[in-house]
């Protein structure tokens, strides 16, 4: 994990109507007010995640599930019918690949697959390949069950006879960078190239925000994930890393604030939003911050548990289409 989904110079900015230097008190120093607003904004971001159910940046999952059964379907009586994983994590941006077993065997007897034998359920943004991948889309919609090649996942050993491992990248990616990127240059320098790559995504940096495309990621210390006994090993990029875009930066970005990286993200705005008003709850907790926010109608003066409760409610409404339903 790198980033919280908000830093403090964000919360700073946005229209919250707090007096950030109040927080966590009067005499605090600099370097006070910022470890304890990144602590707000990480326990936001927490909270965000939690809500949902699921976490929401961009993340290698691996996944086991046994089936025949619920999660893990076989639409015919067949080895000749594909299977239906229903992931616990969505969207699903890219497949990886797998391994499957016999259920009665103890330890498993893995059996790589690559990732041309997944495909994505369906598709509702990007366009899908043989390895399962395409781009998040800013909604609360998604892919959120992969198809395994038959032979697989079949009755032929039982109800619950199959044991699948799958590995795939979820969610909306999410970084910072970490070095000065300068303007006329494609290539940044991040703290997580997780499901970067072909992503579109945003530059949050005031009035140089710009959006970007990536075209390509590599990875410091990528994943490497071994399949099926050692037979198979996939390099998965995760971590500090590079990205390419597809075109030259317009700005140059290295506002760097009390060591603050610049926000590089695919998040949809909404999401952030409702970060910035958990954040806003936290402050509020407390009842010692008198603070005049806009409402509708008008705009009243709140304090204390009931602004909290409020900003706590809103945020949530705003995340109901993200939230994992079990």
Not at 155 to 170: D, E, P
């Amino acid at each position: 994990m790198s980033i919280p989904y908000v830093l403090p110079q964000g919360l700073q900015n946005a229209p919250l109507g707090i007096a950030w230097n109040q927080i966590p008190d009067l005499s605090s120093s600099p370097q006070q007010r910022f470890a304890e607003q990144l602590n707000i904004s990480w326990r936001a971001t927490h909270m965000v995640d939690a809500y949902c159910n699921m976490v929401l940046r961009a993340t290698l999952d691996t996944e086991e599930q046994l089936g025949p059964d619920y999660w893990l379907s076989n639409a015919g009586n067949s080895s000749n019918s594909p299977a239906r994983l229903h992931a616990v994590r969505w969207p699903i941006i890219q497949v990886i690949g797998g391994q499957f077993s016999d259920a009665n065997a103890f330890p498993p007897s893995w059996q790589a697959l690559d990732a041309t034998k997944f495909l994505l359920d369906y598709s509702v943004s990007g366009v899908s390949s043989t390895a399962g991948t395409q781009l998040a889309g800013p909604a609360g919609a998604g892919p959120a069950a992969i198809l395994v090649a038959p032979g697989v996942v079949s009755f032929a050993g039982g109800r619950r006879g199959t044991r699948l491992n799958v590995s795939y990248i979820n969610g909306w990616p999410h970084c910072g960078i970490t070095a000065t990127a300068n303007a006329g240059t494609n290539t940044l320098t991040v703290d997580d190239v997780t499901g970067w790559a072909g992503a579109f995504g945003f530059i949050y940096d005031d009035d140089l925000t710009e959006q970007i495309n990536v075209t390509s990621v590599v990875a410091n210390n990528p994943t490497v994930l071994s399949l099926g006994g050692g037979s198979l090993t996939i390099s998965v990029p995760t971590g500090p890393g590079t990205v390419t875009l597809a075109s030259n930066l317009l700005y140059t970005h290295n506002r760097m604030v009390a060591n603050q990286p610049t926000v590089m993200s695919c998040l949809p705005e909404s999401v952030l939003w409702a970060t910035m008003l958990m954040a806003a709850s936290i402050v509020f907790t407390r009842g010692a911050t008198a603070t005049a926010i806009q409402q509708m109608p008008g705009s009243s003066v709140n304090t204390g548990q009931a602004s909290s409760m409020a900003l706590t409610k809103q945020a949530q409404e705003i995340l109901q289409p993200y939230k994992r339903v079990l």
